[in-house]
């Protein structure tokens, strides 16, 4: 009998095992399309499939923040002014459960703070000041709950150029942040593919703009 | 054992495939690419592609449910059986009814939201409108539907009065809107619009939320929590203000102190107006915001100001005569309003609101102590049956005390006055038979116990989505209890009554916008005075002559209105034009006549440039209005004699040196044209038979007006443009 039990236990933990392991598996694969999709329908498709996973897998705040992510990256590219605040709506709901699942996520908010970014692009002159200021003190609380999160202080950095741009000042407190946001990338160890690795690219990008 | 080599059967059992295939389409059998199939609870799924077809393996077995949704589209379910056998599924989806892409109701309706995205006018307009100096009703005086009457200031819409026009807060009634201005001088608005997140400003066929308004209804809808803790501070060429804003977690306040002082101003340059002491005010405000829980917010707005100015007066025909006029404006103003959401579908918010005004004027001997106080209570229920279906319904009471004391000299003190309890109640629904055509009716009762009368007034819009505009036909009943000052004097007055027909057509595509619309107002139960010969009232003397309610009138016309915001990058403008043709019969007048307040023609351009090289916004509007009827009592005839056009320039100019900062300066009247808004004559003829006249006029050519304003906050990028 007894014999039977350990034997049971451990069928479960494997059947428990096989589990994580079919999710984290299919957690990689899509997360690898949304970074790397070329065309708008690969990327909806693997948003769409990380949608699916996150309403099989309740408890997770992976699956809904890489939902949100595809959104935002669909906004993003989206030219339409309707449609784009389709998505970011779509992505704000999945931060917002996101959240619920995992509070005080430094990488939660400051994907927030990036949907709020890409809201401004829609119609700067109205939405600008509302948005930006949104956007910025999502950056903040993120830099406050994870200081070690690059993507918090590149984005922030991206939108604090942003701003030096328009008002003609100084770019270099944006550029020393980015230089900054670059070192925690280069120091970052990746603790499982679950874990958010994007916005490196998009900080070179910036200081090469800081050149 | 047993149940291991089960669990592992079914484990074998669950590696069987079954292939899953079908096509997604929506109402009109056109394919919808995009949607997202899934087998619920699983990983397993597919998108559909352009032809709305979709296709993937489960490895799942048994009793299943196939979910289906798209971005627009309510979602399906379908209960499936996998047993390995390839399934082919077809789905028809109905698109929901959303914001974005389905039809609203236009007819009569200017809304300014940052909230909603498909608005015609949005909150920042109102601020860097030039000429508006920053006063809501300023701005809107830019819009279709609106008669400038510049000695005024305040809404004319549709050849209504000042007074037809209700401002609402947050749904609650506002009783004097407007701060007291010098005779024949514009006042302005109480209220900032830096306040508020959204405006929605009706021109006629409002909901049947909104009572107590003739002709045209400005609901204004306060900002939720204020989520930046940041000091505001103004300095301005009359004055100076500064504000503080307090975030937490859940919650916000914040409290601005407005100091202006028109003295010095005034003294700098001449004005028409022969002042003894300029204008001054003091305006505290507070606003508090704290979220209930998740799904509660309570709200308080608060406003208390006290003006003051003392002026000479000299009657017409009498230049040797100089009469010291002393106002005093005390004004609170206080409201407070509850919003609760039960489940996704069922909303419920309640308010009360406190007005207090009270008028001090004295002049020479008499002296008029005015005072108003009114409680507003509501309570309103609001469901969502579905995304097609969505209703509300409230009730109110708006309970008002007025009176009127009049001291004069020796001659001792009389009063008139009134206390007024008016119970209403009202419902409406909103009906989405697709996303094309959308159909509101609503109902709204009122009961005047004043005068013991029960009023039932329907009000029922709809609009069609036709190609890539919308139509919309929009009718309603109103009602108003008449102007205080003749119910003061009689109270058994009814209500006054309009009757709104607007037919509607709007284009919103790609930042630009066309608006046409065409209306019949009526008129019935005016105040009219039962006497032909009977003179409107002079201020410092109650009022006692016969009122009936015998006047009525009519107004109609149409309105253009274009807004371009894309075809020339940085620049947004803005042009409105206004027909109207109205006749009114009440108050003295002998016979059907068009009012002093109504211009045929109105006109206005408004340009926005922004221009990044100098940091600056540039603004200019341009106003026309045609003449205005008066009546000439040299002449024969009524209303017989029409004022020059009126024509303004105006300029404003906002520099934003960097994200904290911000220098404004505008400049109304560029031209420095002589605006006649209208002639006073003297009550008798003079010796010559001849009545003497003179013009009201501007009270200066321009106002120039400068300010500097700074914001002190921690989160970068934030200053106060939107409050400007």
Same mark, same amino acid.
């Given at each position: 009998?007894?014999?039977?039990?350990?034997?049971?236990?451990?069928?479960?933990?494997?059947?428990?095992?096989?589990?994580?392991?079919?999710?984290?598996?299919?957690?990689?694969?899509?997360?690898?399309?949304?970074?790397?999709?070329?065309?708008?329908?690969?990327?909806?498709?693997?948003?769409?499939?990380?949608?699916?996973?996150?309403?099989?897998?309740?408890?997770?705040?992976?699956?809904?923040?890489?939902?949100?992510?595809?959104?935002?990256?669909?906004?993003?590219?989206?030219?339409?002014?309707?449609?784009?605040?389709?998505?970011?709506?779509?992505?704000?709901?999945?931060?917002?459960?996101?959240?619920?699942?995992?509070?005080?996520?430094?990488?939660?908010?400051?994907?927030?703070?990036?949907?709020?970014?890409?809201?401004?692009?829609?119609?700067?002159?109205?939405?600008?000041?509302?948005?930006?200021?949104?956007?910025?003190?999502?950056?903040?609380?993120?830099?406050?709950?994870?200081?070690?999160?690059?993507?918090?202080?590149?984005?922030?950095?991206?939108?604090?150029?942003?701003?030096?741009?328009?008002?003609?000042?100084?770019?270099?407190?944006?550029?020393?942040?980015?230089?900054?946001?670059?070192?925690?990338?280069?120091?970052?160890?990746?603790?499982?593919?679950?874990?958010?690795?994007?916005?490196?690219?998009?900080?070179?990008?910036?200081?090469?703009?800081?050149? | 054992?047993?149940?291991?080599?089960?669990?592992?059967?079914?484990?074998?059992?669950?590696?069987?495939?079954?292939?899953?295939?079908?096509?997604?389409?929506?109402?009109?059998?056109?394919?919808?690419?995009?949607?997202?199939?899934?087998?619920?609870?699983?990983?397993?799924?597919?998108?559909?592609?352009?032809?709305?077809?979709?296709?993937?393996?489960?490895?799942?077995?048994?009793?299943?449910?196939?979910?289906?949704?798209?971005?627009?589209?309510?979602?399906?379910?379908?209960?499936?059986?996998?047993?390995?056998?390839?399934?082919?599924?077809?789905?028809?989806?109905?698109?929901?009814?959303?914001?974005?892409?389905?039809?609203?109701?236009?007819?009569?309706?200017?809304?300014?939201?940052?909230?909603?995205?498909?608005?015609?006018?949005?909150?920042?307009?109102?601020?860097?409108?030039?000429?508006?100096?920053?006063?809501?009703?300023?701005?809107?005086?830019?819009?279709?539907?609106?008669?400038?009457?510049?000695?005024?200031?305040?809404?004319?819409?549709?050849?209504?009065?000042?007074?037809?026009?209700?401002?609402?807060?947050?749904?609650?009634?506002?009783?004097?809107?407007?701060?007291?201005?010098?005779?024949?001088?514009?006042?302005?608005?109480?209220?900032?619009?830096?306040?508020?997140?959204?405006?929605?400003?009706?021109?006629?066929?409002?909901?049947?939320?909104?009572?107590?308004?003739?002709?045209?209804?400005?609901?204004?809808?306060?900002?939720?929590?204020?989520?930046?803790?940041?000091?505001?501070?103004?300095?301005?060429?009359?004055?100076?203000?500064?504000?503080?804003?307090?975030?937490?977690?859940?919650?916000?306040?914040?409290?601005? #102190?407005?100091?202006?002082?028109?003295?010095?101003?005034?003294?700098?340059?001449?004005?028409?107006?022969?002042?003894?002491?300029?204008?001054?005010?003091?305006?505290?405000?507070?606003?508090?915001?704290?979220?209930?829980?998740?799904?509660?917010?309570?709200?308080?707005?608060?406003?208390?100001?006290?003006?003051?100015?003392?002026?000479?007066?000299?009657?017409?025909?009498?230049?040797?005569?100089?009469?010291?006029?002393?106002?005093?404006?005390?004004?609170?103003?206080?409201?407070?309003?509850?919003?609760?959401?039960?489940?996704?579908?069922?909303?419920?918010?309640?308010?009360?609101?406190?007005?207090?005004?009270?008028?001090?004027?004295?002049?020479?001997?008499?002296?008029?102590? /005015?005072?108003?106080?009114?409680?507003?209570?509501?309570?309103?229920?609001?469901?969502?049956?579905?995304?097609?279906?969505?209703?509300?319904?409230?009730?109110?009471?708006?309970?008002?005390?007025?009176? !009127?004391?009049?001291?004069?000299?020796?001659?001792?003190?009389?009063?008139?006055?009134?206390?007024?309890?008016?119970?209403?109640?009202?419902?409406?629904?909103?009906?989405?038979?697709?996303?094309?055509?959308?159909?509101?009716?609503?109902?709204?009762? /009122?009961?005047?116990?004043?005068?013991?009368?029960?009023?039932?007034?329907?009000?029922?819009?709809?609009?069609?989505?036709?190609?890539?505009?919308?139509?919309?036909?929009?009718?309603?009943?109103?009602?108003?209890?008449?102007?205080?000052?003749?119910?003061?004097?009689?109270?058994?007055?009814?209500?006054?009554?309009?009757?709104?027909?607007?037919?509607?057509?709007?284009?919103?595509?790609?930042?630009?916008?066309?608006?046409?619309?065409?209306?019949?107002?009526?008129?019935?139960?005016?105040?009219?005075?039962?006497?032909?010969?009977?003179?409107?009232?002079? !201020?410092?003397?109650?009022?006692?002559?016969?009122?009936?309610?015998?006047?009525?009138?009519?107004?109609?016309?149409? /309105?253009?209105?274009?807004?371009?915001?894309?075809?020339?990058?940085?620049?947004?403008?803005?042009?409105?034009?206004?027909?109207?043709?109205?006749?009114?019969?009440?108050?003295?007048?002998?016979? !059907?006549?068009?009012?002093?307040? !109504?211009?045929?023609?109105?006109?206005?351009?408004?340009?926005?440039?922004?221009?990044? #090289?100098?940091?600056?916004?540039?603004?200019?509007?341009?106003?026309?209005?045609?003449?205005?009827?008066?009546?000439?009592?040299?002449?024969?005839?009524?209303?017989?004699?029409?004022?020059?056009?009126?024509?303004?320039?105006?300029?404003?100019?906002?520099?934003?040196?960097?994200?904290?900062?911000?220098?404004?300066?505008?400049?109304?009247?560029?031209?420095?044209?002589?605006?006649?808004?209208?002639?006073?004559?003297?009550?008798?003829?003079?010796?010559?038979?001849?009545?003497?006249?003179?013009?009201?006029?501007? #009270?200066?050519?321009?106002?120039?007006?400068?300010?500097?304003?700074?914001?002190?906050?921690?989160?970068?990028?934030?200053?106060?443009?939107?409050?400007?």
């Amino acid at each position: 009998m007894k014999t039977l039990f350990v034997t049971f236990l451990l069928f479960v933990a494997l059947v428990a095992q096989a589990h994580d392991k079919k999710f984290e598996e299919a957690m990689a694969k899509q997360i690898q399309h949304v970074y790397t999709a070329e065309k708008t329908e690969a990327l909806q498709a693997a948003t769409h499939a990380l949608d699916r996973i996150a309403q099989a897998e309740k408890s997770r705040w992976e699956p809904l923040y890489y939902a949100a992510f595809g959104y935002v990256m669909m906004a993003n590219r989206e030219p339409e002014a309707a449609k784009k605040d389709g998505y970011l709506d779509q992505a704000m709901e999945r931060i917002r459960k996101a959240a619920e699942a995992s509070p005080n996520n430094s990488e939660i908010t400051a994907l927030e703070g990036f949907a709020h970014m890409i809201r401004v692009t829609v119609d700067p002159a109205t939405r600008g000041q509302q948005y930006s200021a949104l956007s910025m003190q999502a950056y903040g609380k993120a830099i406050q709950q994870d200081p070690g999160n690059p993507r918090a202080l590149a984005l922030m950095a991206q939108m604090q150029y942003g701003m030096a741009q328009f008002f003609k000042s100084s770019t270099a407190e944006a550029c020393t942040m980015a230089q900054k946001a670059l070192a925690l990338f280069e120091g970052a160890k990746s603790e499982s593919p679950l874990t958010p690795a994007w916005g490196r690219g998009m900080t070179e990008g910036l200081l090469a703009q800081c050149q | 054992m047993k149940w291991i080599i089960a669990c592992l059967f079914s484990s074998a059992v669950a590696a069987a495939q079954t292939p899953v295939r079908g096509r997604v389409m929506d109402g009109e059998g056109q394919p919808v690419p995009g949607a997202n199939v899934m087998v619920k609870g699983t990983y397993d799924g597919a998108s559909t592609g352009v032809d709305g077809v979709f296709q993937f393996v489960t490895y799942e077995t048994g009793p299943q449910t196939l979910l289906v949704s798209s971005m627009g589209y309510a979602s399906v379910e379908k209960p499936i059986d996998l047993q390995g056998a390839a399934l082919v599924l077809d789905f028809s989806l109905r698109e929901s009814i959303n914001e974005l892409e389905s039809v609203v109701i236009s007819a009569g309706a200017f809304t300014a939201s940052d909230q909603n995205r498909r608005t015609v006018f949005k909150a920042l307009d109102i601020a860097t409108t030039a000429g508006a100096t920053a006063d809501i009703a300023g701005a809107l005086n830019t819009l279709p539907g609106t008669q400038k009457v510049g000695e005024s200031g305040r809404l004319f819409v549709r050849g209504g009065d000042g007074h037809e026009t209700r401002t609402f807060i947050d749904g609650m009634v506002v009783l004097d809107a407007y701060g007291p201005a010098a005779p024949n001088t514009p006042s302005r608005g109480r209220f900032l619009p830096f306040m508020f997140k959204g405006t929605s400003f009706s021109t006629g066929g409002y909901s049947a939320e909104y009572g107590q308004a003739l002709s045209s209804a400005l609901a204004l809808d306060s900002k939720d929590e204020d989520p930046t803790t940041r000091t505001d501070i103004g300095l301005l060429s009359v004055g100076a203000d500064v504000a503080h804003t307090q975030a937490w977690k859940n919650g916000s306040w914040a409290g601005k #102190a407005q100091y202006t002082n028109l003295r010095p101003y005034m003294n700098l340059i001449n004005q028409e107006i022969d002042w003894i002491a300029p204008p001054v005010s003091t305006e505290l405000s507070t606003a508090f915001r704290q979220k209930v829980g998740t799904r509660g917010l309570f709200k308080f707005y608060g406003n208390a100001d006290r003006n003051q100015f003392s002026l000479y007066q000299t009657p017409v025909g009498d230049d040797a005569t100089k009469e010291a006029l002393e106002l005093t404006n005390v004004y609170r103003y206080g409201n407070a309003t509850y919003a609760h959401a039960f489940g996704d579908r069922w909303f419920w918010r309640a308010g009360v609101s406190y007005n207090l005004n009270e008028n001090h004027v004295d002049r020479a001997a008499a002296g008029l102590r /005015e005072r108003e106080t009114g409680v507003h209570v509501k309570s309103v229920i609001e469901q969502t049956v579905s995304d097609r279906v969505e209703w509300k319904a409230g009730v109110e009471l708006i309970h008002r005390q007025y009176s !009127a004391r009049w001291q004069a000299g020796q001659s001792g003190v009389r009063v008139q006055g009134f206390t007024e309890p008016l119970w209403a109640a009202f419902a409406e629904a909103d009906v989405y038979a697709s996303k094309r055509f959308v159909m509101r009716a609503g109902v709204r009762s /009122e009961y005047q116990a004043l005068n013991q009368t029960l009023g039932v007034d329907p009000r029922a819009s709809l609009a069609y989505k036709v190609g890539e505009g919308q139509m919309s036909l929009a009718y309603g009943r109103f009602r108003q209890s008449a102007a205080n000052h003749w119910l003061r004097s009689d109270s058994r007055l009814a209500s006054e009554k309009a009757e709104h027909v607007i037919l509607n057509y709007q284009v919103i595509k790609n930042n630009r916008t066309f608006r046409a619309e065409a209306y019949y107002k009526n008129y019935v139960d005016l105040v009219k005075f039962q006497s032909a010969t009977a003179q409107l009232p002079n !201020a410092f003397m109650p009022f006692a002559q016969p009122l009936l309610n015998t006047g009525h009138g009519f107004a109609k016309g149409f /309105e253009l209105f274009w807004r371009d915001n894309q075809s020339v990058e940085n620049v947004d403008y803005w042009i409105s034009y206004s027909y109207l043709d109205t006749q009114r019969d009440y108050l003295n007048f002998p016979a !059907a006549a068009p009012p002093s307040f !109504a211009s045929a023609h109105n006109f206005s351009v408004v340009y926005k440039h922004f221009v990044p #090289a100098i940091k600056s916004q540039l603004g200019l509007t341009y106003s026309f209005a045609s003449g205005r009827p008066y009546h000439n009592p040299n002449f024969a005839g009524f209303q017989n004699a029409r004022t020059p056009s009126y024509q303004d320039l105006s300029a404003n100019i906002s520099y934003l040196p960097n994200p904290r900062i911000i220098i404004h300066f505008s400049c109304t009247n560029l031209l420095g044209r002589d605006n006649i808004f209208g002639y006073q004559f003297s009550p008798e003829a003079g010796a010559d038979g001849h009545y003497a006249s003179r013009a009201i006029r501007q #009270a200066a050519p321009r106002f120039v007006f400068l300010g500097v304003f700074i914001t002190l906050s921690k989160a970068k990028g934030i200053n106060q443009l939107p409050s400007l």
